[in-house]
């Protein structure tokens, strides 16, 4: 006779019986949101029928053919670069290039060197010229998202270009016309960084002919159906699901009920990690993120690491975590972790001071800010989370 060396946890085989049990009951009922029957979904596509979105898609229309810069305006993760392109693709430069550069994304020097270009010697490592993107776009739209994290001296070399179309390139003093077309973006309060000194107020009313605002997720709450629908039929059709047929009604009630602080980018997350999950035809509550059930990704990392702040202080696990589940956006997701900690330990180390942790991060204290509110840490007390 053969013996398992561990005996048999007859509670959690239950549990687990159960759980697949409840999983098939719910596959075999009829979906309450379909996978959508398009036969070429398109992932750059604005998809809204509420009152907010229209009144986007009318501004869209009224500024994309006259001749004037662009502000769009919105939390993470709306869409702002898909209205650039939408001003872009209906305005009289559609036939010429579209550029698209991230100011956050790279320091000061090379920002400056990317937009405007560089004389052979200018700098340490300019082994040549370098042509910038205002001068290789010439007669076609540059788009320049988060704006406000640009350094005061970029800042008034754009502001002149936008006066008078021209610029020198980096180390030179020969000045060079252009034309292009400015659209840009931020998402963040760039009037109180007006008021703070942090962005010229010149250049703010010549980046402002005309604004478009787009709502976060959770004020457009008719249009979350349409997007899952949607998103669902691009994602499924990506990864040849061809046996997709829906959403479950009880996973189709927790989405609608999601806050969805990530907007649309995040609902996007959630519908292909929900796909990576399933193990049938239809999306069940099981198949999605724990953020989205209710398991608090957070209060996970916080019980594997012991961290009381909920961030992972030794990624590993919360690398190892992901993997499990299948993520197939791993360093967006692990680079979110890493800034929610640093952002949290500065912010603990100077008492809460937003101006000083701006200094210690080298960055604006207006996207001190805007981190403070999109990773909601509270500074009222004590550093620390909101749950």
């Known amino acids: 006779m053969i013996t398992s060396p561990n005996p048999l946890d007859l509670p959690s085989l239950t549990d687990l019986v159960e759980q697949a049990i409840e999983t098939r009951r719910m596959m ?38 006259q001749a004037v810069p662009v502000l769009i305006r919105g939390e993470s993760g709306t869409g702002k670069e898909l209205v650039a392109r939408a001003v872009y693709h209906n305005s009289d430069r559609k036939d010429e290039c579209f550029m698209s550069i991230n100011c956050a994304a790279l320091p000061d020097a090379l920002l400056e060197s990317e937009l405007f270009g560089h004389e052979k010697g ?30 005061p001296l970029v800042q008034s070399k754009v502001l002149r270009l936008l006066q008078q179309q021209e610029f ?40 402002n002919g005309l604004t478009i605002t787009l709502p976060p997720l959770r004020e457009r709450e008719e249009d979350v159906e349409h997007l899952l629908k949607h998103y669902l039929n691009v994602w499924a059709k990506k ?96 680079q979110e972790q890493m800034e929610r900690f640093l952002m949290t330990r500065v912010l603990q180390h100077v008492d809460g001071n937003q101006t000083k942790a701006a200094e210690i991060l080298g960055i604006t204290r207006g996207k001190v800010r805007d981190r403070v509110k999109q990773f909601g840490i509270s500074l009222d007390k004590r550093v620390a989370l909101e749950d």
Do not use: H
């Open 239 to 334: 990864m040849k699901r061809t046996d997709c047929e829906g959403i479950a009604p009880e996973a189709l009630n927790i989405l609608k009920n999601y806050e969805w602080p990530g907007n649309v980018r995040e609902l996007q997350s959630v519908v292909r990690q929900a796909l990576l999950n399933s193990t049938g035809p239809v999306i069940v509550p099981s198949f999605l993120p724990a953020e989205v059930t209710g398991e608090s990704s957070r209060t996970a990392a916080a019980a594997e690491t012991g961290n009381a702040t909920g961030i992972p202080s030794d990624l590993a696990p919360y690398v190892r975590k992901q993997l499990a589940a299948g993520t197939v956006d791993l360093y967006a997701e692990t």
């Open 28 to 65: 075999s009922t009829p979906v309450a949101l379909t996978a959508g029957d398009d036969p070429n979904p398109d992932a750059e596509s604005f998809v809204g029928r509420s009152s907010a979105m229209v009144e986007v898609f009318k501004a869209i229309g009224r500024v994309a053919a």
């Open 168 to 207: 020198e390139r980096v180390g030179g003093n020969k000045t060079i016309k252009t034309d292009v077309r400015i659209i840009t973006a931020t998402n963040l309060d760039l009037d109180q960084m007006v008021e703070d000194g942090e962005f010229r107020e010149d250049l703010f009313y010549r980046l």
């Open 122 to 151: 200018s700098f340490t490592g300019a082994d040549k010229q370098r042509i910038g993107k205002f001068e290789a776009c010439t007669g076609g739209t540059i788009f320049l998202d988060e704006i406000g994290d640009m350094s």
